[in-house]
Nanobody, 121 residues
Framework: QVQLVESGGGLAQPGEFLRLSCAAS????????MGWYRQAPGKERELVAT???????NYAGSVTGRFTISRDNAKNTVYLQMNSLKPEDTAVYYC???????????????WGRGTQVTVSS
């Protein structure tokens, strides 16, 4: 069994920053890819950023240049540094990871429960 736990959400004013963390635990052999997604009220969940085990990153156009994804492989943790926050960044942010376990060698996707980020003056 695998769990993903996010932390670091909260309230920020436009232009401020927040840092999200997501720690994976449980039956983990290898984490192939980790990423962040977000879902605003009334909208579909969308990709924010992903990072592979080797450090290859991919960003949504709306956050490029403002957000930075990173990971600590030793800690099975992924981070999202969010700078220059805008009101349109308000959403629930979800962590996702593609993980190989002892019972499933083919990578399976796991999701965290989400953390609320609100950007408002």
């Amino acid at each position: 069994q695998v769990q993903l736990v996010e932390s670091g959400g909260g309230l920020a004013q436009p232009g401020e920053f927040l840092r999200l963390s997501c720690a994976a635990s449980g039956d983990i052999v290898d984490i192939v890819k980790m990423g962040w997604y977000r879902q605003a009220p009334g909208k579909e969940r969308e990709l924010v950023a992903t990072i592979t085990r080797g450090g290859e990153t991919n960003y949504a156009g709306s956050v490029t240049g403002r957000f930075t994804i990173s990971r600590d492989n030793a800690k099975n943790t992924v981070y999202l540094q969010m700078n220059s926050l805008k009101p349109e960044d308000t959403a629930v942010y979800y962590c996702k990871a593609a993980i190989r376990s002892t019972t499933n060698w083919h990578p399976a996707d796991y999701w965290g429960r989400g953390t609320q980020v609100t950007v408002s003056s």
